[in-house]
C-alpha cells in the first residue's frame, strides 16, 4: 500500500476537481437517471468470508447488472443528456469490453445510434454480443493510433457525439451511483474496495463515499502488471502504462485527466496485487459464493484473499465490477 | 411430457398421501425451523430470458443456500426435530454428494456428531468439504451394498439415526420450504420447475403449491439417462432406474415410498431432457444470469432452452437447486 501524495499540490488538486464539479447534487440526478433503466443490484453476504477475514463484507454484484458489468450506469447517465441534437447523430467509443457493450445498450433504450470502434483482433463473441445490442461496429487495425484516427474519422463523417469510457464527467458520476446504493443498503461501512482501471469507477465511488458516507474510506485495488495509478499516485502526476500485462483485461487502460486529480484528493490508499492472486480471489468468489466474476471484478476480493489488506473488525464494501468472461478460457485451465 | 396415471388407484394414493401427513401446518412448522439457521434465498429475474421465452421467470436461487444446495433445508428441518437422546448419539447417512455436507452442517449447528459413509472412490474434494463443516467420514467400496451395508454397521455400533435423504417426512417438508419462499415472493405463478431425482424437492414443491397457491401447477424435469420417475408416474409404480447415467450426479436416486405416491398426486407432469441439453441450460445460466448452477440445479431450465415446455404468457417459478461444481472439470471442456 503506497501513500498518496497530495499534501503539496492541495490548491491545484481542489482546483481540479472544483473543474470537475462532480457535486452530490449531480450524483444525485445521474442515480434518478440510472435507477430507471439499471437494476438496483443486490448486497450480497457470506459467513464464510465474515469469519475468514474476521470482518462483515458487503457484495455490491454490479456482475448482475444489465450488460454485466457497472459500466452500463455510466453509459445511461451520458447517453440521457444528450441533446435531441446529438441524439439524431448517434453515439461513439472505442472498446472492446464492457463499455462497448454498455453503450450500445444504452444507445438502443434512447433510441439512438452507436457507432463502436473495435480492433480486427477482437474475439468474434465480443463482436457479437455488441452486434446483438445493435449497434454498428466498425473494425481497425490492433493499435491505439489506428483505433483513435478511425474513431476521429467516424465523429467528422457522422457527428456521432464520443462517450469516452472514464474520462468524462457524465460516466464518472454514473458509475458513483453503485457505491451510493451500496451506502444505501449497508449503513456504516468503514471501507469500500474497488478496482482502478481508467478510473471511472474509482473516482466515482470515491465521490458518492465523500458525499453520502464522509467516514467510509475507499481503496482502489489495481493488477501488478497494470500499476500505473499506484505509481502515478505515488509521485502526484499522471505515468501512464506503456505496455500493461495482466489478466484483468477490463484494467488496462491509465488513468485520465478527470479521474486522476478526484483519485489524488479522495482516495484512502491503493494496493496491488498479482495476476496469480487475482485467480485465486475470483476462483473462491465462484466456489463459495457461487458468482461468475471476471478477472477485473475479483481484483479489489484479491487484497484480502492475498493477505494485503487487514480488515479486522470492519465493515466493508466490495464492488464486484463485472461478470463477462470465455467460459472456454478460464484461467485455472491448463 | 407424460400423462400421469391417477385415476385408478386414486383411494389407494390418497391414503399414502395421508400417510405421510405432511399438512399444510407441517411445512410451516418447518419453515420456522429452516428460517433460524438457512438463507432465505433470493429470487431473480432477467429481461432477456422474459423476452426469449415469451413468459414471466423467476429463479429461486439455492444454489446460493448454505452449503451451497437445498439440501441445508431438509437437512435442519430433520436434525432439529430430534430427541435429546438421538442428539446424543449423532446421526449418519451414505450419500457422496449434497446431502452429505448439508447433514454435516445442519449437526454441527445442532451440536450432535455426523457420520458420513462415503465410497473410497468419492473425490478428494467432496471428503474434504464434509470433514470441513466437522463430520467424520466412514469409507466404503463403492457398491449400494457396501454402502448400505456399512451404515447399518455404523448405526449398530453407535446408535446414530439415519436421516434419508429423500425417503423421509421431515426432508420433504424441509425441502417443501424453498417453493414456499418463492411462492411468497413471487405470488400467482402458473408454474413451477424443479428437478426430480429421489423426489424429495419434487414432493417438497408439489406439497407447497397444493397449499400456500392451488393455482400454481408443478412439473418436474429429469434427465433422460435417469429417468425413472418419469417411467414410474407413466405406469403408475415405482420403477426403480437400474444403471442411470446423467451428467447431473445429484439426480441418479429413484424414488422413494414416501415421495413416489406424493408426485403422483400432485404433480402435473414430468419433462425428460439429456446431458447435451443440461449442458446447454447450465452455460447459458453463467452467461447470463452471471450464476454458478452445478447440472443438476440446470435440469428444469433446461427444458425451456431445449423447447421442450411451452411458457408463453404464463409466470414461471424455476428452483436453480444447487451449484455445487468441480471447477477443474467443466463439461463444456472438451
Redesign the interface.
Known amino acids: 500500500m503506497n501513500t498518496i501524495k497530495t499534501a503539496v499540490e492541495d490548491d491545484r488538486i481542489t482546483q481540479a476537481i472544483e473543474h470537475n464539479r462532480i457535486t452530490q447534487w449531480v450524483i444525485e440526478d445521474a442515480h434518478q437517471r440510472v435507477q430507471a433503466h439499471a437494476h438496483r443490484t ?1 448486497v ?1 453476504r457470506s ?1 464464510t468470508f465474515d469469519r475468514r477475514f474476521d470482518g462483515e463484507l458487503f457484495f455490491k ?1 454490479e ?2 447488472q ?1 450488460v ?1 458489468a457497472f459500466k452500463f450506469r455510466g453509459a445511461i447517465n451520458a447517453v440521457f443528456q444528450l441533446s435531441a441534437e446529438d441524439l439524431a447523430r448517434g453515439v461513439t467509443t472505442h472498446s472492446s469490453g464492457n463499455h462497448a457493450q454498455a453503450l450500445s445498450l444504452a444507445a438502443k433504450i434512447a433510441g439512438t445510434r452507436a457507432l463502436i470502434v473495435m480492433p480486427k483482433t477482437a474475439p468474434a463473441v465480443k463482436l457479437a454480443a455488441v452486434r446483438g445490442y445493435g449497434a454498428e461496429v466498425i473494425l481497425c487495425e490492433p493499435t491505439l493510433e489506428a483505433r483513435e484516427t478511425t474513431t476521429a474519422q467516424v465523429m467528422e463523417e457522422t457527428g456521432a457525439v464520443l462517450i469516452h469510457p472514464y474520462d468524462n464527467h457524465q460516466i464518472i458520476a454514473g458509475q458513483a451511483t453503485a457505491a451510493k446504493e451500496l451506502i444505501e443498503d449497508s449503513p456504516a461501512l468503514d471501507l469500500i474496495l474497488i478496482p482502478v482501471g481508467g478510473g471511472g469507477l474509482a473516482a466515482g465511488t470515491a465521490l458518492a463515499a465523500h458525499y453520502f458516507s464522509p467516514e467510509t474510506e475507499v481503496v482502489a485495488v489495481e493488477p501488478s502488471g497494470a500499476d500505473d495509478a499506484y505509481r502515478s499516485l505515488e509521485v502526484g502526476q499522471i505515468l501512464p502504462s506503456v505496455s500493461p500485462r495482466t489478466l484483468a483485461d477490463g484494467l488496462l487502460s491509465s488513468l485520465g485527466q478527470r479521474t486522476f486529480p478526484i483519485l489524488q484528493h479522495r482516495l484512502r490508499s491503493i494496493v496491488t496485487v498479482d495476476d496469480a492472486e487475482i485467480i485465486t480471489a475470483m ?1 473462491t468468489l ?2 463459495r ?5 471476471e478477472p477485473s471484478g475479483a481484483v479489489p476480493f484479491a487484497a484480502l484473499t492475498a493477505g494485503k489488506l487487514d480488515i479486522t473488525g470492519k465493515r466493508v464494501g466490495i464492488i464486484l465490477s463485472g ?1 463477462n468472461i470465455d ?2 478460457h ?1 484461467p ?2 491448463s
Open positions: 443486490p450480497m459467513t454484484c456482475n448482475l444489465r454485466g476462483r465462484w466456489e459464493m457461487k458468482l461468475v466474476v461478470g467460459l472456454d478460464l485455472w485451465a
